[in-house]
C-alpha cells in the first residue's frame, strides 16, 4: 500500500468504526427509551458510568442529530457541545476515578429505529424496530460506534400496554400506569453498543427451555400460531448442537427470536434477542421451498462469534460471517445430512469460482470485500482450516480462544495464534492461501469436497465422462440414473443437462417422488410437449408452492383448452410468504376467457392490484408490481405506491422501485402520468420523483 493509500484508509477507518478514546472506559449503562410513533421518534435518558484510565479534558459520545435538554457528570451541570453526529463533555478528569453522566434527549432518527404502518388504518400491522449494525445504534442511542466500547446496558421501555416490547436481556418487571407500561430489561454482561435492540408490535411467544436450562422465546403475530411449529423447526436442536459443538456454553441469559415485517436483511444476531424477516414465516407446505433454519442457525452462532468475541474492527470481519455461516452449515449437517453440507460448500465454491474468473476474487482480510466472501468464502476457510488441524485440535482451539477473548475484542491473528497453539503447526501458509489471497482455488477445493462426499464425486465423475466420452449424454445419465442417487444429484443432472435429454426420459424421472428433482422439472422445461402434459399436470398436486406456480404458469401456457380446469384446482392457495401463486393466480384468472364473472373480474383485478399498497410487506408489493406491469399499465394507485416504494427503508425494493419508475419515464405517456400523480404527493416521496422528473 503507497503512502496516499494508507492515509486514506485510516481517514476511512476512523469514519467507518467510530473513533476510540482509550482513556476511558464506559462500562455501565442504564438505558429509558419511549419511542413516540407518531412523530417517529425518541425520546430518552441515559445513564452512563465509566473509569478514567488515563487523564484527560475530554470525554464524548456518538449521538447523531440529538438534542439534549439536560446533561449531568456526577449530578451536575457540564460544560459540553453537541456536534452533528458526536456530544463532547469538556472537563478535566483525573485517572483511576469513577464517573457517572446522565443525559436527557430527544431525536428523530434517520435511520436505525424503523417505524412501520403507524399511519395506515390497520392497527395489528403497527410496528417498531431496530438495526443496529450497519446503521448505527448512535442514531437512537448517544452510544459508541467504535465496537471494541463493551458495556453492559440495561434498557427501560415505555410504550402503550396494548404492545408487547422485546429487548436485550431478562424482562426483570412491568410497571402499568394508566394506558402506559414500562418493561425493565437486564444485562449481565457486557456487548458492543451495534448489538442493543428493541422490537414492538403484536405478539404472542412460544417458550422452549434448552438442555442447559436457557429459555428461548420464539415470537410470532397472533394470526400465525399455525406457522410457528414450521417457522422454528430444529430451534432447540441447533441450540443443543452449537453449544456441544463450540464447546462453550451459550454466553447470555436467554435468547429471543422476533420476525419484523419490511427487515433489511434476513436477520440480525442482535445479543440474545434476534430480529428476522416475517418473509421466513412460513406454512408447512413452505418448508421445503424456503425456509429458517439456516439463517435462525446463523443468528445463533453469532450469539458467540460476534457478541461474545467481537471484532476489533472489519478488517476482521471473517470472525463474525465466516464463522457464524461455518457453524450454521454445520448445524444443517447434522440435521440434513453430509451430503446436503458438501454440496452446500460445492455451491458456495462455484460462486467464488465465478468471481475469481470475473478477475474479482476478494481477500477475507479486505474490510470492503462483498458478502459472498465474508459468508462463503469465510465458511469454507473454516473447513479447510479445520481438515488441516484436525478436529481435535479444531475444538480446542476454538475454545480456547472463546475463552480467552470472551466480552472482549479479537483480531484475525488473535484466533491463528489460538490455532497455532492448539494444533503446534505453522499456520502461515493457511492464513497466505486463504485469507490474505484474492485467488480463489476451485480445483484443489473441489478434490477435497469430493474425497469426503461420495455423491459428490458421482457427480464429478459424470461430468468429466459426458466431457470426454463419444457416448451420447443420455446414455451416460441413463447408466447411473437408476441406481440409488440422492435427490440434490438428480436435480443437479436435471438442471444442468436437460436440453441434451429426451422427452421420454424426462417423463420417467417424473415418477421420482422426489419433491426436488420434480421442481427441478418444473424449472427445467418451458414450454410442455403433449407427451409431457399428465406429469406436467400431476405437478399440480405437489407439496411445493415453487413447483405448483412453475407447474400452473406452464400449463396455463401450453394448453389453453385447459386454462379453466387448472384455475380450479389451484384457487385459493396462497403460497410463500410473497404470495406467489395467489397473485399469479389472480393473473391468469383476470386473464383467461369465459372463466369468471363480470363482478368476479373485477374483484380479483382489484384483489391483484391491491397488493401494491404499503399495508404489505415489500416482498409481496415487489412481486405484485412485477407481475402487474408485465401485462397491464400501472393504476394510479399503483403508481402512487410505486414513488412510495422508491423512497422505502429497504434498499433492495427500494432499487427495483426506482429501476421501474427510469423504466416507466422513457415513455412518454407514463411519463406524463407520473407528473400529474407527482401533484398528489409531499415530502421524500415528491422529491425523489421530482428529482427524476426533471433530469
Ligand atoms: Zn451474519
Given at each position: 500500500m503507497n503512502f496516499i493509500n494508507s492515509l486514506l484508509a485510516m481517514l476511512f477507518s476512523g469514519f467507518i468504526f467510530g473513533q476510540s478514546q482509550p482513556s476511558v472506559d464506559f462500562?455501565?449503562?442504564a438505558i429509558h427509551v419511549i419511542p413516540v410513533p407518531s412523530t417517529k421518534g425518541i425520546n430518552g435518558k441515559v445513564t452512563y458510568w465509566f473509569n478514567v484510565l488515563d487523564k484527560t479534558d475530554s470525554v464524548?459520545?456518538?449521538?447523531?442529530?440529538?438534542?439534549?435538554?439536560?446533561v449531568l457528570l456526577n449530578g451536575k451541570k457540564v460544560r459540553h457541545s453537541n456536534a452533528k453526529d458526536k456530544i463532547v463533555l469538556y472537563k478535566k478528569l483525573k485517572a483511576d476515578k469513577a464517573y457517572k453522566l446522565t443525559l436527557d434527549y430527544s431525536v428523530i432518527p434517520k435511520q436505525a429505529v424503523y417505524f412501520l404502518g403507524w399511519e395506515d388504518s390497520l392497527a395489528d400491522n403497527n410496528q417498531i424496530w431496530t438495526q443496529g449494525q450497519g446503521k448505527y445504534t448512535s442514531h437512537w442511542l448517544p452510544s459508541f460506534d467504535d465496537m471494541n466500547e463493551k458495556v453492559e446496558f440495561d434498557l427501560k421501555l415505555t410504550f402503550n400496554k396494548e404492545y408487547e416490547v422485546i429487548a436485550n436481556g431478562k424482562l426483570k418487571d412491568t410497571f402499568l400506569k394508566g394506558s402506559l407500561k414500562t418493561w425493565f430489561f437486564d444485562m449481565k454482561r457486557p456487548m458492543s453498543s451495534y448489538l442493543l435492540a428493541f422490537a414492538i408490535g403484536n405478539y404472542d411467544s412460544e417458550k422452549?427451555?434448552?438442555?442447559?436450562?436457557?429459555?428461548i422465546e420464539l415470537y410470532y403475530y397472533p394470526?400465525?400460531?399455525?406457522?410457528?411449529?414450521?417457522?422454528?423447526?430444529y430451534t432447540s436442536e441447533i441450540f443443543d448442537f452449537l453449544s456441544e459443538e463450540i464447546g462453550i456454553d451459550y454466553p447470555w441469559q436467554n435468547y429471543k427470536q422476533i420476525p419484523v415485517r419490511d427487515f433489511l436483511y434476513a436477520g440480525m444476531e442482535n445479543t440474545g434477542a434476534t430480529i428476522f424477516s416475517d418473509g421466513y414465516v412460513i406454512d408447512s407446505m413452505a418448508f421445503v421451498d424456503k425456509n429458517y433454519v439456516n439463517v435462525?442457525?446463523?443468528?445463533?452462532?453469532?450469539?458467540?462469534?460476534g457478541n461474545l468475541v467481537t471484532e476489533k474492527d472489519s478488517n476482521h470481519h471473517w470472525l463474525h460471517e465466516g464463522f457464524a455461516s461455518y457453524y450454521a452449515l454445520?448445524?444443517?449437517?447434522?440435521?440434513f445430512g453430509n451430503d446436503y453440507f458438501y454440496w452446500r460448500l460445492y455451491e458456495s465454491a462455484k460462486r467464488l469460482q465465478q468471481l475469481n474468473n470475473q478477475g474479482k476474487g476478494e481477500a477475507l482480510t479486505d474490510p470492503k470485500a462483498s458478502s459472498l466472501t465474508f459468508y462463503e468464502k469465510g465458511a469454507l476457510a473454516l473447513h479447510i482450516l479445520r481438515t488441516k488441524v484436525g478436529d481435535k485440535f479444531f475444538k480446542k482451539g476454538m475454545m480456547t480462544y472463546l475463552e480467552k477473548y470472551q466480552f472482549a475484542n479479537v483480531t484475525i491473528s488473535d484466533f491463528i495464534s489460538e490455532m497455532e497453539l492448539a494444533s503446534e503447526l505453522d499456520l502461515n501458509d493457511f492464513v497466505q492461501s486463504w485469507l490474505n489471497d484474492t485467488e480463489f482455488p476451485f480445483e484443489k477445493v473441489k478434490l477435497l469436497l469430493a474425497s469426503s462426499s461420495k455423491d459428490l464425486q458421482t457427480y464429478f465423475s459424470l461430468q468429466s465422462e459426458l466431457m470426454s466420452s463419444n457416448s451420447g449424454n443420455e446414455e451416460i445419465i441413463s447408466q447411473i440414473w437408476s441406481s440409488n442417487l440422492s435427490h440434490r444429484l438428480r436435480e443437479n443432472i436435471i438442471l444442468d443437462y436437460h436440453e441434451s435429454l429426451s422427452e421420454s426420459f424426462l417423463r420417467d424421472a417424473f415418477d421420482t417422488k422426489d419433491l426436488k428433482t420434480r421442481q427441478a422439472l418444473s424449472i427445467a422445461t418451458d414450454r410442455i410437449p403433449s407427451e409431457m402434459k399428465k406429469q406436467f399436470e400431476s405437478l399440480l398436486e405437489d407439496k411445493s408452492y415453487i413447483t405448483i406456480e412453475n407447474a400452473l404458469y406452464r400449463l396455463w401456457i401450453s394448453f389453453p383448452?385447459?386454462?379453466i380446469a387448472y384455475l380450479e384446482k389451484t384457487n385459493g392457495i396462497i403460497g410463500l410468504p410473497n404470495k406467489n401463486v395467489r397473485m399469479l393466480w389472480l393473473l391468469l384468472a383476470v386473464l383467461t376467457r369465459?372463466?369468471?364473472?363480470d363482478v368476479q373480474r373485477t374483484n380479483y383485478k382489484e384483489e391483484l392490484f391491491g397488493y401494491t399498497s404499503e399495508i404489505n410487506s415489500f416482498e409481496v408489493r415487489q412481486n405484485a408490481f412485477s407481475l402487474i406491469s408485465e401485462v397491464y399499465p400501472l393504476s394510479d394507485q399503483n403508481l402512487k405506491d410505486l414513488v412510495n416504494a422508491s423512497v422505502h427503508h429497504s434498499w433492495q425494493f427500494r432499487n427495483f422501485a426506482r429501476n421501474l419508475i427510469e423504466r416507466l419515464l422513457r415513455d412518454d405517456k407514463q411519463k406524463q402520468r407520473l407528473i400529474e400523480i407527482s401533484k398528489e404527493l409531499k415530502g421524500k416521496e415528491l422529491r425523489y420523483i421530482q428529482s427524476k422528473l426533471q433530469v
Open positions: 462500562y455501565k449503562a464524548f459520545l456518538d449521538a447523531k442529530n440529538m438534542d439534549f435538554s439536560s422452549v427451555i434448552n438442555k442447559n436450562g436457557i429459555p394470526m400465525d400460531s399455525l406457522k410457528v411449529e414450521p417457522t422454528y423447526r435462525n442457525a446463523h443468528e445463533m452462532a453469532h450469539q458467540w462469534f454445520l448445524a444443517e449437517k447434522k440435521l383448452e385447459d386454462r369465459d372463466y369468471l364473472s
